[in-house]
């Protein structure tokens, strides 16, 4: 009697924690549900070993993901309005002469930004693409694991569309409210150091390792004292459509340097920032020229002589003579294009999803791509060195669309440039595993006949 094992009920109360809550159940139906009470059991016992306090589901006191995507929409259309709406009131409250010498001085800073933010806003879906289909994007640039992926990517241009218009619109407002030292104070100086700021910002937040690898690639392209990667000179590629950007970009700064925002002290074309300096040539050169030393790197590394002929293409562009220059150059950098970035004839990955979807069925293979791609790219070519024609300097509108029109150009570019650049490390490796298995059977042939 005494020494018998007592069979006590697993939902006893005398089994419970102090203070824990009893767990009561029908003893007729200890055998039935066993199971599923033993389960309870151990459920509200972990949770309260853990002093959870919460309820068992916390997915009711949580809004659906499409109620958050529609609030962020409200959202979105509530600050395009304001911005709106306060940024045509500030200019209309301006005169007609000044409004249009205002608008330009304002383009000048902002044109910039909103350029960059395009094309991050185009690098995302490069990269959204290319995680679609079989091209591996990261072995092509050398990524580590924590690289940016394209919804990294697109939600750096999410906060960029955001910031940009906002302080442009602050900027209107502040001067044309007769705040004219705090607006040349503020909206623009602040974003810009801002901008400065998280780019060289030591600490590891806001994606460190990419901004370093960035800011590690900008430095290759400006001093090429190593062996050129395609990384190195797929970026200056892209800087190459990014000219006029940089331009834009220095002659902001030189007026932030000496106190010209919010003026009228550039208007003189002789001035310190006016149109006539010689850093706007020089900064506008300065892609080229490192694009250009990047190929003789190349030719004192591989002695290849079709990198000479891709240096050629990037002093081919000289500024007395531009209507000549330009039209040679659009058409010999088209025929580099098409023959030896993209090389036609080995499309088989790009626009092919891993997954079937509509994108890809009315991409892929389609020959109406390929002229597309073709004839646009020899279009934008001539479009985007009528640039360099004088009359359109402050022709600022028409500026701005050739040059987001290049950045388009470029966009389309990347698809095919690193598809190729993909088939022809496919089929490097193929060619190595083949020299390695024949060298695997000499070997294995030649211990056979020592055995013999």
């Not at 591996?136 to 990294?152: G, M």
């Not at 920032?273 to 080229?288: E, K």
Request: charged share 15%.
């Amino acid at each position: 009697m005494f020494g018998a094992v007592a069979n006590v009920p697993t939902n006893s109360p005398h089994l419970r924690k102090s203070g824990s809550r009893p767990v009561f159940s029908d003893p007729g139906s200890a055998e039935l549900g066993s199971g599923a009470e033993e389960g309870f059991f151990h459920l509200v016992e972990g949770n309260e070993m853990k002093g959870a306090s919460t309820p068992l589901s916390t997915a009711a006191i949580m809004p659906s993901p499409l109620f958050l995507w529609r609030f962020k929409v409200l959202l979105f259309f509530i600050w395009v309005f304001s911005c709106c709406k306060f940024g045509w009131d500030s200019v209309m409250r301006m005169s007609v002469d000044l409004r249009d010498l205002f608008l330009y001085e304002a383009f000048l800073y902002y044109n910039p930004l909103l350029l960059v933010t395009m094309t991050v806003w185009l690098w995302g879906v490069n990269l959204w693409v290319f995680s679609q289909s079989t091209v591996n994007y990261a072995k092509i640039f050398d990524l580590d694991q924590s690289h940016l992926t394209h919804r990294e990517i697109w939600k750096c241009a999410t906060w960029m569309t955001i910031i940009v218009p906002t302080s442009m619109t602050a900027y209107i407002y502040l001067y044309s409210h007769g705040e004219v030292s705090l607006a040349a104070s503020q909206p623009v100086v602040l974003l810009y150091t801002a901008i400065a700021l998280v780019l060289i910002f030591p600490f590891d937040i806001f994606y460190l390792s990419s901004r370093y690898f960035l800011l590690k690639t900008f430095w290759r392209i400006v001093l090429p004292l190593q062996a050129i990667s395609f990384c190195d000179f797929f970026l200056a590629d892209i800087l190459t459509s990014m000219a006029k950007v940089f331009s834009d970009l220095e002659r902001s700064v030189c007026r932030m340097l000496h106190r010209q925002v919010a003026t009228i002290a550039w208007f003189e074309a002789d001035s310190v920032c006016g149109s006539h300096s010689v850093a706007i040539p020089l900064v506008l050169v300065l892609p080229y020229l490192f694009r250009f030393f990047q190929c003789l790197r190349q030719y004192k590394d591989t002695g290849e002589k079709t990198t000479l002929l891709n240096a050629l293409k990037w002093t081919s562009i000289y500024r007395p003579l531009w209507l000549l220059s330009s039209v040679l150059n659009s058409l010999y950098s088209f025929y580099w294009d098409v023959t030896r970035d993209w090389d036609l004839s080995a499309f088989t990955r790009i626009f092919k999803f891993s997954k079937p979807s509509l994108l890809s069925n009315l991409l892929h293979g389609r020959r109406w791509v390929y002229l597309w791609v073709i004839v646009s790219n020899l279009v934008l070519r001539c479009t985007w060195t009528y640039k360099l024609s004088a009359h359109l300097r402050h022709n600022y509108l028409t500026v701005f669309t050739i040059t987001a029109l290049e950045i388009f150009r470029r966009f389309q570019w990347i698809f095919f440039r690193v598809e190729n650049e993909w088939n022809k490390m496919n089929a490097k490796s193929n060619i190595q595993m083949s020299m390695t298995d024949a060298s695997e059977e000499d070997k294995l042939l030649g211990s056979n006949e020592r055995n013999v």
